[in-house]
């Protein structure tokens, strides 16, 4: 088996380390005994990480760890790069020769200039977290639970997958020299994810159903065999996935913005996100929350349904469809966690056509700035919410990008393909006079 080698750390400032425990969010129920589905003993809903010294945290906590963590970011330690475990005291606390970690999160904020001008929000901000290690926000969360898994002890983890988590699960699984396998629906994953799945030597199971067909089976498997689940229900993926929170506010110099967008699929990361905010407001480290709001794409919008048809109280399930692959999931697991965290930010949920995904993927890549399918139906949900009022020119506005462009190149290569010539031969007289005309043109 492989083993991390760490450096040892320097003497690194030092501040009270919480320990955790495991809570309903329903019925608010302290798991002793975590059921290993992460299931709620007495009403089988998901579980939140909770840390109860908190409270007792003075107010000098937040002052404190805003300065810890900046120190932090000139130590070459693994734990100190990655940009989740830089944040370790918010975080379960785990021995650092259990961690796993390539650097994740450090993901860059980058101001949108076209699109901003054309949407009149000339403060339109993307947080491109398909820039991590894997190409997708999910290496934040892997690095943290499969950490977990790894200081439990467990030699095999999996997880069902639309198709990033899997390859993310695949490559911190080959980091820890843990056997991975990953359910996928099969026909309904992106090429890339797939390739990364198999290259970074996952076992690959492909059924012939969906998303939320995937995560049922695995349930059965995980309740009978010693196997650690990495999908969302496992609510140490969110501890790592609410780091963004912590990166965003030090990047925007803890000036909280009025808005964050994500998309929404099984509603893992917008809760996350939410439980970052709202973590950091306890601790006095922001005083308001930003306005979280969550867009679904309209083939596959459980969460948009139940908000409009019973104000979040009840998930309406849906037949997803999509071609943004990454959020077909009709029955999303944390429905309840990101209801919440819509009604306490008081952020909006819509939801967006194929086309508008389409044109807003586009749009985002003819300024140089590549996404998956998913990530650019942030885009297009905020184009809606602008025109609603419900976004307001003079607010600052961030997107989460949640995919990197290169993990579902054949949807690029079908939308943009009329834009492509056919082969030519290499007669410099007919080049130059279709350069001449490109030239030419305003
Ligand atoms: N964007 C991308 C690129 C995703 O891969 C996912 C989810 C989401 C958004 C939605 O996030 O599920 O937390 O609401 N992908 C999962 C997977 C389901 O298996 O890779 P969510």
């Not at 009149?120 to 290690?133: A, E, F, R, T």
């Not at 967008?261 to 407001?281: D, H, Q």
């Amino acid at each position: 088996m492989m083993k991390m080698t760490l450096p040892q750390p320097a003497a690194a400032p030092h501040i009270s380390t919480a320990t955790h425990i495991l809570r309903c969010v329903h019925c608010g129920t302290v798991q002793s005994e975590p059921d290993r589905m992460f299931r709620c003993v007495k009403c089988s809903e998901l579980l939140e990480v909770v840390y109860p010294e908190w409270s007792e945290a003075g107010p000098n906590f937040g002052l404190r760890l805003k300065e810890i963590w900046r120190e932090r970011r000139t130590s070459t330690l693994p734990e100190d790069t990655s940009g989740v475990w830089r944040f370790r005291e918010l975080l379960p606390q785990l021995e650092r020769r259990h961690l796993v970690t390539m650097s994740e999160g450090n993901t860059p904020l980058v101001q949108l200039k076209q699109s901003a001008r054309g949407l009149g929000i000339p403060k339109l901000l993307v947080k491109h977290q398909g820039l991590n290690p894997t190409g997708s926000f999910k290496d934040t969360g892997i690095s943290a639970a499969i950490s977990v898994a790894r200081s439990e002890g467990f030699t095999t983890v999996c997880c069902a997958s639309t198709g990033n988590t899997s390859a993310s699960v695949a490559a911190y699984a080959a980091r820890a020299g843990m056997k991975s396998i990953v359910l996928l629906p099969s026909g309904y994953v992106a090429s890339g994810k797939l390739a990364q799945a198999l290259e970074y030597g996952a076992r690959v199971l492909q059924l012939r159903t969906d998303f939320d067909g995937c995560l049922k089976v695995l349930h059965e498997v995980v309740r009978k065999l010693p196997i650690y689940l990495l999908n969302s229900l496992n609510p140490y993926r969110l501890e790592g996935q609410k780091t963004v929170a912590f990166e965003l506010m030090e990047q925007l110099d803890w000036r909280v913005p009025d808005h964050v967008i994500v998309p929404g699929g099984n509603l893992a990361n917008s809760s996350a996100l939410g439980k970052g905010f709202l973590e950091l407001r306890e601790l006095g480290m922001i005083r308001v929350l930003p306005r979280i709001s969550i867009i679904q794409a309209k083939g596959a919008n459980p969460l948009v349904r139940s908000m409009r048809e019973n104000n979040g109280t009840e998930l309406v399930q849906v037949n997803a469809d999509t071609r943004a692959t990454a959020i077909r999931i009709g029955n999303p697991a944390s429905w309840r966690k990101a209801v919440s965290v819509l009604k306490t930010s008081g952020g909006a949920c819509e939801d967006v056509t194929e086309n508008e995904i389409a044109s807003a993927k586009a749009e985002l890549g003819a300024e140089g700035i590549g996404c998956e399918p998913a990530s650019a139906a942030t885009l297009a949900g905020l184009k809606k919410l602008v025109l609603s009022g419900f976004v307001k020119p003079e607010e600052t506005v961030v997107l989460v990008l949640t995919g990197h462009m290169l993990k579902d190149v054949d949807y690029i290569i079908q939308s943009q393909v009329k834009r492509l010539p056919s082969p030519m031969e290499p007669d410099i007289t007919a080049v130059l006079r279709v350069v001449e005309q490109i030239n030419a043109e305003k």
